[in-house]
């Protein structure tokens, strides 16, 4: 019957005039009609049709709110937007109906490649602060691991976005600022706040009990005051130092650098001359300043190089 009215003429997407229609495609989600579903898609029936104004939903929408997954995963791998928006009339997100409708908050998503792997990292991102708080109330679990692929736990997203508002909802429902990054270029919540000179949240942290020495992560990781020196913050990094940061903390196995280095080689004179003035004057520090130049020099950074080769503690310098 639907291929011969499709063979008709019949429009594969159209709806009932005023504010209650749906598509063709919307109402087999909402049944469940696989078969019905795979023929309009094969024909081309748009999944990105709109939800009607008044309690409609998109194909995806309906299909979660019956928690048909196998209907979800047809229309998410024809590309379905799982934030598309809801009706403007009493709709609801596709995440918000699978959750009312009694979806398991802290299903983990399995993925070989980085991204979130839950549903309220996925809403963290989003900075979709109803939909956070609606699966922080039915009990998700803020401090769910990262994706060991290269992602971040719902706290260190949060950070990332400088969300201060995201952030104290999280900590205020049990989050661990001290949370393991991804080995995979992740970092702690303090060591992302320092990194992006986020001074504000860099204190926030700190007054939460961050730890300052947290290990910068195996590949690419920093430490807190070696992202810190990189990015050139002398605030952030004065303020790590008072808190008793490491200067000699080691960088991450695979592409790190200390915190001098860092500093020399991105060409942020003023945070290197704060990080020389703390360091130690040992043997190995005049060892260190002398690898440090050249690698300033490598880069480009010709006066940072000359000044670390002139450079001499004394007495003035703290």
């Given amino acids: 019957m639907t291929r011969m009215l499709l063979s ?25 009609n696989e078969r019905l579903m795979e023929i309009l898609l094969r024909k081309g029936a748009d999944v990105h ?18 928690s048909d997954t196998k209907v979800l995963s047809i229309l998410i791998s024809e590309g379905a937007d799982v934030n598309a928006p809801p009706a403007k009339e009493k709709g609801r997100f596709a995440l918000q109906i699978a959750v009312e409708a009694g979806a ?7 993925r070989d490649s980085p991204g979130n792997v839950t549903a309220l990292q996925a809403a963290v ?3 979709n602060i109803d939909i956070v708080q609606l699966l922080l109330e039915r009990g998700a679990d803020t401090n769910a691991a990262a994706n060991k692929k290269g992602g971040k736990t719902a706290l260190q997203i949060a950070v990332s976005q400088n969300n201060r508002v995201m952030v104290e909802l999280l900590v205020h429902y049990g989050a661990d600022v001290n949370g393991l990054p991804s080995p995979q270029q992740g970092r702690t919540a303090l060591q992302e706040a320092a990194s992006s000179g986020f001074v504000q949240l860099t204190q926030y942290l700190l007054v939460r009990g961050a730890h300052v020495n947290s290990s910068a992560g195996h590949f690419g990781g920093v430490t807190a005051l070696q992202g810190a020196a990189i990015s050139g913050n002398i605030r952030i990094a004065m303020m790590l130092l008072q808190a008793g940061a490491a200067i000699n903390a080691a960088p991450a196995i695979e592409q790190g650098r200390n915190a001098i280095a860092g500093a020399a080689e991105n060409g942020r004179l003023d945070t290197l001359h704060l990080l020389l003035n703390y360091h130690p004057d040992t043997e190995e520090f ?30 003035l310098n703290r």
């Fill in 8 to 32: 008709a003429g019949a429009q594969i997407d159209a709806r009932p005039k005023g504010k209650y229609g749906h598509t063709a495609l919307q109402i087999c989600a909402t049944v469940g």
């Fill in 125 to 127: 991102y989003n900075r």
């Fill in 286 to 315: 005049e060892i260190r300043k002398k690898q440090t130049a050249k690698l300033a020099l490598a880069n480009g950074h010709l006066a940072i190089g000359r000044f670390l080769l002139a450079y001499r503690k004394h007495a």
């Fill in 104 to 110: 398991n908050v802290n299903h983990r998503w399995v």
């Fill in 49 to 66: 049709a709109p939800a009607g104004i008044y309690s409609g939903r998109t194909a995806l929408q309906a299909a979660a709110h019956h």
